[in-house]
């Protein structure tokens, strides 16, 4: 049953339907999430017998032996340069068959980190093979060890190779073919496949599948990181791909570089220690210029896990975030935007993924009848051509699919089409996600969603809900009106008997009023009518001409066999002059539309499609154009250049792409405040301080993303270049990949000269705090004064707010300096602020809060503003940001002493020490009313942003 109309319009109905999707989609993550586990739990693991190992084996010797080993005439000398630590038994399995697999001019070049095994007797034993040994006293890094061999070796190519590989035949001799081949050839790299895994602790499910074709990038954890291509791919599954690739990166397991390349761009890196040294040298060879390739033909057992199991896992993890932290501050910002720009432009160089999008829908599979769904995969089937891939997040979801709140690490791009989808509740690895919402109906309900300001980009199908957008949340929404898809839709379109009439229309009945209803009756027209559509057997005179609901793909058939189209705009977008997407596509098709829709009609269409707004206007206009064909062919005509000019997805496919590729070209800056959640952001100040400095970035051609206190920690930053920290209450652990800055807005007290030291800059919103810290730390110190936003706080009077007292602050369970000195009192006093109760008198409490954009009339009309502050904060002269917003207002303010105030606003804010001079200065004032400039220069977020610029550039 359908809840009338007149009852779902209510606040008590919108109420309960949002308590309903929050229960809903509770119980919808919570058992997606048991299913996965239980799904992972009774997953059959991997294990191969040994007829099955010995098949792959076979396999793979099979491959190797079908393709015929290059040799060359007079061929350039290889050194190979082996780094040896304790590794006698790898070494034994490497030297034992490298004679025999090599075809070509080398010479071995073995580093020994002070082995204290059999390694040198065993190297020793191997006469007949040319080799050098640089024998250390101590274990050197990888990067020093290989540079070592590098400076004594004789050949004009370098082969680096771990000595836990077991080569097969023809390996180099297939990497020095590439070498030679091809031009501006930086590194090249093999094919690597994990040996017998059965013993192996990690490894355990990958013997004989793929352990490196490459390497490739992706975000993770907050940074960019490599990865190996393909790994733990069965082997089979690489067998047609034999050509060889250009890649970002290729392990240094084993790899070739010219010599005089490698030098040319400094060699390994010796502040790595045995870990991105291969990584780091391949993204140095390619900025400078050198392709590097990845040859499927060279094919190698590496025995990595045995090397790495028998490390310390202290001494290995230690090394590997010393060595995370070297590479991201060194590549990550470049690697983000090269990634992204692979992604967009589908190069495949840093990664095998096209970028992906990810659609908001109600129902994705081909029984929906869900609207939303066909508007997503028309969009989408444009995209396509970019080599763009497409996923679908679905309310009702499909067989297969996860819940709608998981979005899969690959997904670049969420494009949200529903209002009721809560960004909070997402859950998604990839950092770099892009979230848009495209509103399309509901605009109200849009605007009201607690996690709506979440979304990095805003679409709105007409400009009367952008205009809206903008004036209730200060979002600039993009326009972007829903279109037709002109290769399905259009006059080559075949009729159809089954379809055939006069005139027509399309969309289904769910219980709301429709106009349609009340102004369409075909009884008065003599002309063949259709009705297309779910439920409308309900309408008594509609029921002869119905003909149930037609599936998406049957739709330009229906078209094509009609002469003219009805639109009836609906109660949900026809006050704001969003174009239905049956407006587009008839027209496209080459059918005269009729429509209700005056404001989109307007805005789109210069007005030009007829109108009707009663029985007799729709009656008339259909009985003409069925009787003038020329008029209406003509009308089609101008309508048809208008949609096959502006309003194709082609045309809304490039637009998206536009803002997407001027989104990611932007530079980012986090803002993290200390809010807990998206639900509490009208209760804290602080959102609102992020929110006029992200207003002043956003001028100044910044994206910016403000964080809750709960998402201070997830990777969800990644994006950004810089981060604010608005260091309150809460604590933050600065993130390597981000230049950390940090403003000290109150609460200093709860701040240690260490963490300090984390941050690359800090401000301080305290003359006096700054100077006593300034010698105290080695990071650089500046005072930056707390600031107004003059676009919200300027002088304006409303009634609602008049009083004699006004005092806005929650109490955080705390009797406020300011209301303790002054109560009881007998003066007009209003109390505004979140746990009060049990406080104070209920009768000074008007409110839990006032609306941001209220506040300003708050204060200007109340006959004082009372302030004070923390008991840390007035120590160290941090000044409340009610003092710089209540001036702008050009309120009287009086407030307990606090160091710096005078020097900053001489004579501008009265202060006192004792309860009798605060009553001396409200009786004063209220019988002798203070003028107060609302002169606030110097003091506003352009203000600030600008200082914090000086630190950024």
Request: charged share 30%; with cysteine; hydrophobic share 35%.
């Amino acid at each position: 049953m359908r809840v009338p109309e007149s009852i779902r319009n209510t606040r008590g109905f919108n109420k309960a339907r949002k308590i309903k999707h929050t229960m809903v989609d509770a119980k919808g993550k919570y058992s997606d999430k048991v299913k996965t586990n239980v799904k992972e739990i009774l997953r059959k693991k991997r294990h191969l017998s040994d007829d099955e190992k010995q098949r792959i084996i076979d396999l793979i010797h099979q491959d190797n032996e079908k393709n015929e080993i290059p040799l060359f005439v007079n061929s350039p000398l290889v050194s190979i340069i082996i780094v040896n630590r304790n590794g006698a038994s790898h070494l034994s399995r490497l030297l034992k068959v490298i004679d025999e697999t090599i075809h070509l001019n080398y010479e071995i070049i073995i580093v020994d980190n002070h082995s204290h095994d059999n390694s040198m007797q065993l190297i020793e034993s191997y006469k007949n093979l040319p080799i050098t040994v640089i024998r250390n006293k101590n274990n050197e890094t990888f990067s020093y060890a290989n540079n070592q061999g590098v400076g004594i070796a004789k050949g004009e190519y370098l082969l680096f190779l771990n000595n836990d590989i077991k080569p097969l035949d023809g390996w180099l001799n297939y990497l020095l073919e590439t070498m030679l081949s091809s031009e501006n050839v930086g590194a090249v790299g093999s094919k690597l496949i994990y040996p017998d895994c059965d013993t192996s602790k990690i490894n355990k499910e990958k013997s004989y599948t793929i352990q490196h074709s490459g390497i490739f990038f992706k975000e993770g954890d907050g940074y960019i990181k490599p990865f190996n291509r393909d790994n733990a791919e069965e082997y089979e599954s690489l067998l047609n791909k034999t050509e060889e690739e250009e890649i970002i990166a290729v392990t240094a397991a084993c790899m070739l570089v010219k010599k005089s390349t490698y030098l040319e761009v400094g060699g390994f890196d010796n502040n790595y220690v045995y870990g991105y040294e291969d990584v780091d040298l391949c993204l140095k060879l390619h900025k400078a210029g050198y392709k590097n390739i990845y040859n499927p033909k060279s094919v190698l057992y590496h025995y990595e896990f045995g090397t790495q199991e028998k490390n310390n896992n202290n001494e290995v993890r230690d090394r590997r975030l010393n060595n995370q932290r070297i590479f991201i501050k060194k590549w990550n910002k470049w690697l983000r935007k090269e990634l992204i720009q692979d992604k967009f432009y589908n190069k495949r160089i840093f990664t095998n993924k096209p970028l992906t999008v990810s659609f908001v829908v109600t129902q994705s599979d081909e029984n929906t009848t869900a609207g939303d769904y066909f508007t997503a995969l028309t969009l989408a089937k444009q995209l396509e051509k970019f080599g763009w891939n497409i996923k679908y997040q679905s309310r009702r979801k499909s067989k297969g699919q996860r819940d709608w709140y998981f979005v899969d690490e690959d997904v670049d791009v969420l494009i949200s089409l529903l209002d009721a989808y809560d960004l909070t509740k997402v859950e998604c690895k990839n950092g770099l996600l892009v979230k848009i919402a495209w509103l399309r109906n509901w605009f109200e309900r849009w605007v009201e969603n607690p996690s709506f300001k979440k979304y990095d980009l805003v679409f709105a199908s007409s400009k009367i809900a952008c205009n809206f957008v903008k004036e209730k949340t200060g979002i600039d929404a993009v326009y972007y009106p829903l279109a037709s898809d002109s290769d399905m839709f259009n006059e080559n379109v075949p009729s159809s008997e089954d379809y055939r009439c006069d005139y027509c229309f399309t969309g289904s009945y769910w219980d709301a009023k429709r106009e349609i209803i009340e102004y369409l009756n075909p009884e008065l027209l003599d002309y063949k009518f259709n009705l297309y559509g779910a439920n409308w057997n309900k309408i008594p005179k509609f029921s002869k001409y119905t003909k149930g609901f037609v599936h998406y793909e049957d739709m330009p058939k229906v078209y094509s066999s009609c002469k003219i189209v009805i639109d009836d705009a609906n109660h949900v977008t026809k006050e704001w002059g969003s174009v239905n997407s049956r407006v587009f596509d008839s027209i496209s098709s080459g059918k005269l539309v009729v429509t209700n829709g005056t404001k989109g009609n307007n805005e789109v269409f210069g007005g030009k499609i007829p109108e009707y707004h009663s029985e007799e206007e729709l009656t008339d206009i259909i009985n003409y154009y069925l009787i003038n064909s020329d008029e209406r062919e003509e009308k089609i005509k101008y309508l048809q250049d208008i949609v096959l000019g502006n309003h194709t997805y082609q045309h809304r496919a490039n637009t998206l792409k536009e803002v997407l590729e001027e989104y990611y070209k932007k530079p980012k800056i986090i803002i993290k405040t200390p809010v807990p959640s998206w639900n509490e952001i009208h209760r804290w100040g602080d959102f609102y301080v992020a929110e006029g400095l992200k207003n002043e970035f956003e001028k100044k051609g910044y994206i910016v993303k403000i964080q809750m206190l709960s998402e201070w920690n997830d990777s969800s930053d990644s994006i950004g270049d810089t981060v604010i920290v608005l260091r309150g209450l809460s604590y933050y652990k600065p993130k390597v990949q981000h230049f950390n800055i940090m403003w000290n807005i109150s609460h200093s007290d709860l701040v240690s000269l260490n963490e300090y030291e984390l941050y690359d800059h800090v401000f301080i919103a305290s003359k006096y705090w700054t100077e006593q810290l300034k010698d105290k730390v080695k990071v650089p110190v500046e005072c930056m004064w707390q600031c107004t936003d003059i676009n919200k706080f300027y002088p304006e009077y409303n009634e609602k707010y008049k009083s004699d007292l006004l005092f806005v602050g929650n109490s955080r369970k705390v009797y406020r300096k300011i209301l303790k000195d002054l109560l009881p009192t007998e003066h007009n006093l209003s109390v505004y602020g979140a746990d009060w109760g049990g406080l104070i008198n209920k009768k000074y409490i008007k409110g839990d809060h006032i609306p941001n954009d209220e506040l300003h009339q708050a204060y200007s009309s109340c006959k004082i503003l009372l302030n004070d502050h923390w008991e840390d904060m007035r120590e160290k002269g941090f000044i409340s940001n009610r003092i710089f917003d209540g001036l702008a207002c050009g309120a009287y303010i009086i407030s307990d002493e606090v160091s710096g105030l005078d020097e900053l606003f001489k004579g501008r804010v009265s202060t006192y020490s004792t309860v009798d001079e605060l009553n001396t200065l409200i009786d004063d004032a209220l019988n002798n009313p203070k003028k107060v400039s609302k002169d606030i220069s110097g003091h506003t977020y352009e203000d600030r942003v600008n200082q914090f610029m000086d630190v950024i550039n």
